[in-house]
């Protein structure tokens, strides 16, 4: 079948599931659009320059209750808070099947990474300089998920934000599977998380942006930046679509 058959096809299918199954707004499932124009209005933006530059919490400009400044990535920039359509966002991409929303979140990231580039960080340089970054690459999935879901919804989403900033996408870490974070303290899962990430290809000497789409107690960001560090890589900035506050 040559490309433009395969391409009438494809247009073809997605008319048809569209008469089917038509689309939805994931906060008010209105139809129409993914996300409908008073959900995308609705949307709860965290204000870079009132973001904690550590961990990305919406307030910790001056002083933060979500870290103790402590954190390996040399900045944290997060999208928006947690609730309704942006909480949405997240979850219908991962655990419903949503692919569509990847490039949606990467976008709704690639505005909080514009905004954070007029704002420092604790080394005093912009929290985000496109310029400065080599590569883009995402805390994965374990193997029981991505067999489970079919797809690993953060390279999805890494790789639509690689795009969008002009840079290569670094498929560079792997995830052990780990006890379920949800009934865990901050503490608890540092620890539950700690070794689970393994460098899986070259890192030595890249800038890199690591990008996960919900960072509570940030132990996952933490634990896979540790382990790119340890690995040689220069530094880390670190990127997430939601920031639990």
């Not at 494809?10 to 599931?17: I, S, T």
């Not at 954190?71 to 419903?96: H, I, N, Q």
């Not at 990430?197 to 933490?222: E, F, H, I, N, P």
């Amino acid at each position: 079948m040559d490309a433009p058959v395969r391409r009438y096809a494809r247009k073809a299918a997605d008319a048809a599931l569209e008469l089917l199954y038509p689309t939805r707004c994931v906060g008010c499932e209105m139809p129409g659009e993914l996300i409908c124009d008073e959900c995308r209005e609705a949307l709860p933006w965290i204000e870079q320059r009132c973001a904690c530059p550590v961990c990305g919490a919406a307030f910790g400009d001056m002083t933060c209750t979500g870290c103790e400044g402590d954190w390996e990535p040399r900045a944290t920039v997060a999208a928006l808070g947690f609730s309704g359509t942006a909480a949405r966002m997240a979850t219908c991409l991962k655990d419903y099947h949503e692919l569509r929303l990847a490039p949606v979140n990467a976008a709704a990231m690639l505005v909080a990474l514009q905004e954070a580039a007029f704002w420092p960080a604790r080394d005093g340089r912009p929290r985000f300089d496109a310029g400065s970054v080599d590569a883009v690459c995402f805390v994965p999935a374990t193997a029981e998920a991505y067999a489970r879901r079919g797809y690993d919804h953060m390279e999805l989403t890494a790789r639509e934000l690689a795009a969008m900033l002009g840079l290569p996408l670094a498929d560079v870490l792997a995830r052990d599977a780990a006890s379920d974070q949800r009934d865990l303290g901050r503490s608890g899962r540092a620890a539950n998380l700690a070794g689970t990430m393994r460098v899986v290809d070259d890192v030595w000497g890249l800038r890199l942006l690591l990008v996960d789409d919900v960072v509570t107690t940030g132990a996952s960001m933490r634990e896979a930046t540790r382990a790119l560090l340890a690995r040689g890589a220069a530094e880390v900035t670190a990127c997430s679509l939601i920031r639990v506050w």
